[in-house]
C-alpha cells in the first residue's frame, strides 16, 4: 500500500493566488482529515469527511478556504485568495473503522508571500 | 469537551536511556482509543502505538509501551532504550469510541536523545 498520498510536497505561490492542495487517500478508508500545522497553533483539524460527506467544517478558518472530496480516492483543500498567515504545513489523513489509527500523508508545506 | 494535556513542552535523555512522556486526559466516555504519534524532524506523522480503552493489559511495540492507568486518565509513553532516531515530537491523542474516528489532540512533546 503506498499509503496517503499528498500533492505537492511544497508549494510558493503570492499573496492573493489560488492554491490547491491535494490528497488520495489509503484504499478503503472511509475518513478523511485535513489538519494544519503551526508553530503557534499546533495541530488544527479543518474539516473531515465520512464516505465522501463533509461531516464537520467548523474549524475551516474563513470562506476564503474550501474543501472537496469528489469520490473515495480523492480530496482536494483550496484557499482562494491566499494570504501570508496561511503559511503552514497541510497534512491529510485518512482512517477506517478497521484500520490502527489515522494514516498520514507527508504534508504540504504552504509559503504564502 | 474531552481534552488532553502533555505537561512537559521539551526533555532530552542520553542515548540508550529510559525515558518516559507524560499524557493526562479528560473524558466521561468508557469506551474511547488512546495513542502516542511520533513526528521527527522530516515532518511525517506516524503512529507510535495504540490502546483501547476496555484493554488493561499496556500496549507494547518493541521499545515503545504504555503505563495506561483507567481510572486516573493517564497514558504515559516509555521508550526504552532510547536512539538518536527517537529524536521528534511526541503527541498524545485521544479518540472516542464512535466519533467517526475525530482524534483530540494534546498539545505535544519535544524529545531529543542526546548521543
Known amino acids: 500500500d503506498a499509503g496517503v498520498i499528498q500533492s505537492p510536497r511544497h508549494e510558493v505561490t503570492e499573496m492573493g493566488q489560488e492554491v490547491t492542495l491535494r490528497c488520495k487517500p489509503i484504499s478503503g478508508h472511509n475518513s478523511l482529515f485535513w489538519y494544519r500545522q503551526t508553530m503557534m497553533r499546533g495541530l488544527e483539524l479543518l474539516i473531515y469527511f465520512n464516505n465522501n460527506v463533509p461531516i464537520d467544517d467548523s474549524g475551516m478558518p474563513e470562506d476564503r478556504f474550501s474543501a472537496k472530496m469528489p469520490n473515495a480516492s480523492f480530496s482536494t483543500l483550496k484557499i482562494q485568495p491566499s494570504e501570508p498567515r496561511d503559511s503552514a504545513v497541510y497534512f491529510c489523513?485518512?482512517?477506517?473503522?478497521?484500520?490502527?489509527?489515522?494514516?498520514f500523508g507527508s504534508g504540504t508545506r504552504l509559503t504564502v508571500v | 469537551a474531552q481534552t488532553v494535556t502533555q505537561s512537559q513542552p521539551e526533555m532530552s535523555v542520553q542515548e540508550a536511556e529510559t525515558v518516559t512522556l507524560s499524557c493526562t486526559y479528560d473524558?466521561?466516555?468508557?469506551?474511547?482509543?488512546l495513542f502516542w504519534y511520533k513526528q521527527p524532524p522530516s515532518r511525517q506523522m506516524i503512529l507510535v502505538i495504540r490502546q483501547e480503552a476496555y484493554k488493561q493489559q499496556n500496549a507494547t511495540e518493541n521499545r515503545f509501551s504504555v503505563n495506561f492507568q483507567k481510572a486516573a486518565k493517564s497514558f504515559s509513553l516509555k521508550i526504552s532504550d532510547s536512539q538518536l532516531g527517537d529524536t521528534a515530537m511526541y503527541f498524545c491523542?485521544?479518540?472516542?469510541?464512535?466519533?467517526?474516528?475525530?482524534?483530540?489532540w494534546g498539545a505535544g512533546t519535544k524529545l531529543i536523545i542526546k548521543p
Open positions: 473524558t466521561s466516555e468508557n469506551n474511547y482509543y
Open positions: 491523542a485521544f479518540m472516542k469510541h464512535s466519533s467517526n474516528y475525530q482524534l483530540i
Open positions: 489523513a485518512s482512517s477506517s473503522r478497521d484500520s490502527y489509527g489515522y494514516t
